[in-house]
């Protein structure tokens, strides 16, 4: 009995834990300036309007930032699954010396983080004369989604049966069809899993967008948005309605393919 | 199959044809501008217009960028580093300083002759900033003043006259919160922006306590004046609880909103308020009115933080375009253009238009005798790149959130703030 | 998972040539594909890194070259006060935010493991935080904290509950706590999820055989569930704790380190350096600060995994 009433503290817990912040982005997008400055009705926008909504798109370059934040993770998304997907295959099914250590190379520099990188591989991009576009990001966005999708591959790779490349082996089929006919379809999952961990998180990154890139029209949409914080006043209601709208992409992918991801996680974490 | 690739050919040769022979285009100069995003948007419309009026004047493209005060050291540390500097830069108080040092802004003293000439003779105080050697490394554009908003209804309820000292203001916020008006009135938020730095120069300065001396060199806060300072600042937070501590953390806007939320009896701000209670009807118009920031026993020493200047970089590859365009913007009906739509935000630093009938009210001329009282950062010093860092590592902000937060006493907080002063400027002497 | 070879791969007698060709291509291929990895890891993570260490050992002021300093940056910030507070404050913040999302992970992984009808959606939903993205749940979290119009407060005095809004952004405590809070609402649901799932491959036997044996609910969690997900709980507890401890969004866009200095953590303090202070050899020096830790956990959790797979 009382593992029900847990389950049933738990469940509305979280699901309170959850759905109160984001109701309160929603509710603040369709609030006046007036009415959050003042406090008015503050648990249900009263009068419920669509200004915010309509300020981001007329007066604001929130529909580039958008289209810059889609480019820079689609491309960052394709590039990271390409090469890790490569070297995951590499790692788990050929043979070459010095394997293991590359393995563990790679599982290693997963570990270092964006957070102490920014400055020196700022410098380095400063180097070879290459910064200020979204091709930046792109490049510098798989140092730390690459590692992370060889790892995950790893896992969904070593769960895939050995048999059916060595029977298509064996018929005459070069390494490269095997992992292009048979190991990446069944992968699918795990390939579908990691490209949405790679497009959540190059959506998602705020510093290094903020450093590598000045020029306003390939500004991303985390950097846009922390831009309202402090060139407007009264800006929560706008600032609410950008959240809203820059969740929205990777909140509607996910609850189409959440089972998919959760599974990737599955694979990755019990089996890698 | 065959007739895709002969029909693409065609397409791509009639665009060919049609870019070739289309409209010779006039524009083979493409400048870089990069200016302050201000807080009054209708201003910055019309200064855009103006650039890109000069610029098309002279043949040449300009793109605009903007940058808030927030990242606006973030932008340009990037291009310093990367020798990306625009052609033209809207530089703040402590820009100019910082980059003539590195020897990456051009000499535009020629450029301030023309200036003075269609407005009148250079403030005095406004040099400081621009002025190094003899040289001028930037135009001034304008100042934005930092004016202390106060709610007029508040003050009578209480019977208090608009405060002239730094302690009335104290003393106001503390009959506020015993009358039960308002829980935390003092809005002065000693925080990591300008609304913090600001103050805490005028504050300083008017008890004595300035860190260099007039050659710009360091000697040092004196230690009991800069403790008396420090005391007036943290008494608000840690005895009389007239400020919340929230303050500290407050962005650049907060403080503008807790004004128009109707939360604080006085706050240090640019004419922005007004701005904003005016373009949204606020009902705190009437009650809002603006004074110049308090005495203090060695006088009136404000500091001129929010001064806009126009750099030349010499990484820019058209100069001579680009000082045709700052030339341009600054003309006589180029600026009193921007500076009469401007909302009294932007307060000019040469003669002519300081004395202009827009400023002929009661809270224009508040806002004029600030700028004239103003003093650069580095006083009574010039602006250098030691100064600079003392601004821009919040150096004295952190002095009084150490009393505040870390409940560290005045003395020793004034001491740390004095090691930090003194490291910055062995590590950028001043010659 | 039962591995039987397919009937007709019977390996057909090629001679030792053959062999030895398919050998050398195993090998080529296998080069040709991690060289893409590998060009990543040395020109974009090795070099840079080096790098950092090289920069730690300067004093590089920006737009000024770069001066050797030997071992001074990491001197002069192990006697600055205000970078001990910022070690500290990382120690804090991390390990707040990872037990408190292993607690979570652990119930939710717990409530959510007999398979009931709307699961699947719950668990969906649950995820919302991780997906969000982090900019928007600070700022989110900031606004909700406000001290005079966020919800949190607003509701809090309505309720009747406080008579006086807390300051969730300008006490100390509160603030490190606030940051905690939003930290642990955005990463929980990684924990929850990844240990849901590590659960569900424990077989139905053992917790039927426990059941027999008149095990109850609580005892079957703690003497089968947890001891089977340890790998699991140890990995992404790594993971999240590498991160944690250099994450930067959350504090920069609620607090910037503040106030005073109460929120500073590695990464946005190591930002303060080298943007508002221009000093880029003593930010890298500060960040620095933060590897000998991250070192210490790897060991420590690959030799933990190490004595568990031994053992089992």
């Known amino acids: 009995m009382s593992v029900r009433i847990f389950r049933w503290l738990v469940v509305t817990g979280l699901l309170l834990l959850v759905a109160l912040p984001l109701y309160w982005i929603l509710a603040t997008s369709f609030k006046t300036g007036r009415q959050i400055l003042m406090s008015e009705g503050v648990y249900f926008p009263r009068p419920f309007t669509l200004e915010n909504y309509l300020y981001l798109f007329e007066e604001t370059r929130f529909a580039l930032w958008l289209r810059n934040s889609a480019v820079t993770a689609i491309a960052s998304t394709l590039i990271s699954l390409a090469i890790g997907s490569a070297g995951a295959y590499a790692l788990t099914r050929l043979r070459f010396p010095g394997r293991r250590s590359f393995g563990a190379l790679v599982l290693i520099t997963y570990l270092v983080p964006p957070g102490l990188m920014f400055i020196p591989l700022y410098r380095t991009f400063i180097q070879i004369g290459y910064t200020n576009s979204l091709g930046t990001l792109i490049i510098a966005y798989p140092t730390f989604l690459v590692p992370f999708v060889t790892w995950l591959l790893m896992g969904f790779f070593r769960s895939i049966p050995r048999e059916l490349e060595e029977a298509a082996l064996v018929d005459g089929a070069t390494r490269l069809e095997t992992l292009y006919r048979i190991v990446l379809p069944l992968a699918a999952p795990g390939l579908l899993a990691a490209g949405l961990f790679c497009f959540t998180l190059s959506w998602n990154e705020f510093l290094y967008a903020l450093i590598f890139i000045a020029d306003d029209n390939l500004r991303t949409l985390p950097v846009g948005l922390s831009e309202f914080v402090v060139s407007d006043f009264a800006f929560w209601g706008q600032l609410m309605a950008a959240a809203a709208l820059a969740s929205l992409p990777v909140v509607l992918v996910y609850i189409y393919l959440h089972k998919y991801m959760v599974s990737g996680l599955t694979a990755g974490a019990v089996k890698g | 199959m065959r007739r895709a690739p002969v029909r693409m050919l065609t397409i791509v040769l009639i665009l060919a044809l049609a870019w070739a022979l289309g409209p010779a285009r006039a524009a083979d100069v493409k400048l870089t501008l990069w200016r302050l995003k201000t807080y009054i948007p209708p201003a910055d419309k019309i200064l855009d217009t ?38 033209i830069a809207e530089l703040d108080a402590v820009g100019p300083a910082r980059l003539a040092n590195l020897g990456r802004l051009s000499d535009v003293s020629d450029l301030v002759g023309i200036v003075t000439k269609e407005l009148g003779e250079l403030a005095q105080n406004a040099e400081g900033a621009v002025k190094f050697g003899g040289k001028f490394y930037a135009v001034p554009h304008y100042a934005i003043p930092l004016v202390l908003f106060y709610r007029k209804d508040l003050l009578e309820k209480v019977g208090a006259q608009p405060p002239e000292t730094w302690e009335a203001i104290n003393e106001i916020s503390v009959k506020i919160k015993k009358a039960g008006l308002l829980d935390y009135p003092q809005g002065f938020p000693w925080n990591r922006t300008g609304d913090g730095y600001d103050p805490a120069m005028s504050l300083l300065w008017s008890y004595g306590a300035a860190w260099v001396d007039k050659s710009g060199k360091y000697i040092g806060m004196p230690k009991d004046k800069a403790v008396q300072a420090v005391k007036l600042v943290t008494a608000p937070y840690l005895t009389d609880r007239t400020a919340a ?24 701000n640019g004419p922005s308020i007004i701005f904003q209670e005016d373009s949204t009807k606020h009902p705190l118009r009437k009650d809002t009115a603006i004074k110049i920031m308090p005495n203090g026993p060695a006088g009136r020493n404000l500091a001129l933080t929010f001064v806009m200047n126009w750099g030349v970089p010499v990484d820019g590859k058209h100069q001579k375009e680009a000082r045709s365009v700052v030339a341009c913007i600054m003309s006589k009906e180029k600026f009193t253009g921007y500076m009469t739509g ?15 009938d827009y400023w002929n009210n009661a809270d224009g001329k508040v806002i004029v005798e600030t700028v004239k009282l103003g003093r650069p950062v580095g006083w009574p010093g010039p602006t250098t790149p030691a100064a600079a860092e003392v601004i821009s590592s919040n150096v004295l902000t952190d002095m009084m959130t150490r009393v505040i937060v870390d409940k560290v006493t005045p003395e020793k907080a004034v001491d740390e703030g004095n090691q930090r002063i003194k490291e910055i400027y062995d590590r950028l002497p001043v010659k | 998972m039962v591995l039987t070879r397919p009937a007709a791969a019977a390996p057909r007698a090629r001679g030792l040539a053959w062999h030895h060709i398919n050998r050398v291509q195993e090998r080529l291929l296998a080069y040709a594909l991690i060289l893409p990895v590998a060009l990543l890891i040395v020109g974009l993570i090795a070099y840079p890194f080096l790098n950092a260490i090289w920069l730690s050992l300067t004093e590089k002021m920006v737009g000024y070259p770069a001066r050797f300093v030997g071992l001074n940056n990491y001197i002069a910030l192990w006697e600055s006060s205000r970078f001990r507070i910022v070690a500290w404050n990382s120690v804090v913040y991390t390990v707040g935010s990872i037990t408190t999302k292993v607690v979570i992970g ?15 959606l719950l668990r969906g939903f649950l995820l919302l935080p991780w ?25 809090l005095l309505d309720l009747g509950l406080i008579k006086a809004g807390f300051h969730w952004l300008g006490n100390p405590d509160l603030a490190m706590l606030s940051v905690i809070m939003a930290n642990v609402w955005r990463g929980f649901p990684f924990f929850g999820v990844s240990f849901l799932a590590a659960m569900q491959t424990v077989p139905q036997d053992l917790y039927d055989a426990a059941s027999v044996d008149g ?20 990995i992404v507890t790594l993971l999240s704790t590498i991160w944690t401890l250099n994450d930067f969004n959350i504090v920069y866009i609620m607090t910037r380190g503040g106030p005073g200095a109460a929120t500073h953590i590695f990464a946005t303090y190591s930002y303060e350096l080298g943007i508002q202070s221009q000093r880029w050899g003593m930010a890298m020096a500060a960040s620095m600060y933060s590897l000998p830790v991250i070192a210490l956990l790897i060991v420590f959790v690959v030799r933990y995994l190490h004595r568990d797979e031994a053992g089992s």
């Open chain 2, 50 to 87: 103006s650039i890109q009026d000069c610029a098309k004047r002279i043949g040449a493209e300009v793109q605009i960028q903007t940058y808030t005060f927030d990242d606006m050291w973030t932008k340009y540390t990037a291009a310093i580093e990367s020798k990306t500097l625009p052609d």
């Open chain 2, 245 to 268: 501590p929230d303050y500290l953390s407050w962005s650049g806007s907060g403080n503008n909103e807790a004004f128009m939320a109707g939360k604080v009896a006085f706050t240090p």
């Open chain 2, 342 to 356: 401007s909302f009294q935000q932007a307060v000019p630093l040469f003669r002519n238009l300081i004395n202009h």
């Open chain 3, 106 to 120: 652990l119930a939710m992984a717990a409530a959510l493991q007999k398979a009931v009808r709307g699961n699947q």
């Open chain 3, 131 to 155: 997906v969000i993205p982090t900019v928007v749940i600070a700022l989110t979290w900031r606004w909700l904290l406000d001290l005079y119009r966020g919800l949190v407060n607003v509701s």
């Open chain 3, 215 to 234: 095990a109850s609910a609580w005892q079957q969690f703690w003497r089968i569930s947890l001891p089977s997900i340890k790998g699991v709980v140890a």
